[in-house]
């Protein structure tokens, strides 16, 4: 319950894609601090584009994963749409984001 995967065609062709899973995304509401860091990297091999990805801190300070993006490049575009989409999920929440760009 609560995951959200949201799929952007261009025509026949894939352009985009946001996934975050229900527990992943009440897990950062709940028990994460209200810091979410957000990167990309490009991927290779047959399919190129790039992951965009936002992850938190748990109490642990470990790693935890919230949502991630297959987005065509790391361009403003790709993260406006990412980060706004990102945004709707989370609701009234307003996290601290931080980035190297």
């Not at 290779?44 to 109490?59: D, Q």
């Not at 987005?71 to 790709?78: L, R």
């Amino acid at each position: 319950p609560n995951s959200r995967v949201f799929v952007e065609l261009n025509g026949c062709r894939f352009k985009c894609m946001f996934v975050t899973l229900g527990t992943s995304l009440n897990g950062f509401i709940m028990g994460c601090r209200k810091m979410l860091f957000v990167d990309g990297t490009h991927l290779s091999g047959p399919y190129e584009g790039t992951m965009l990805a936002a992850i938190a801190l748990n109490a642990d300070n470990h790693v935890f994963d919230v949502a991630y993006a297959i987005v065509g490049g790391e361009t403003n575009e790709d993260w406006w749409w990412f980060l706004t989409t990102l945004h709707e999920c989370l609701g009234g929440l307003k996290p601290v984001i931080m980035s190297d760009r």
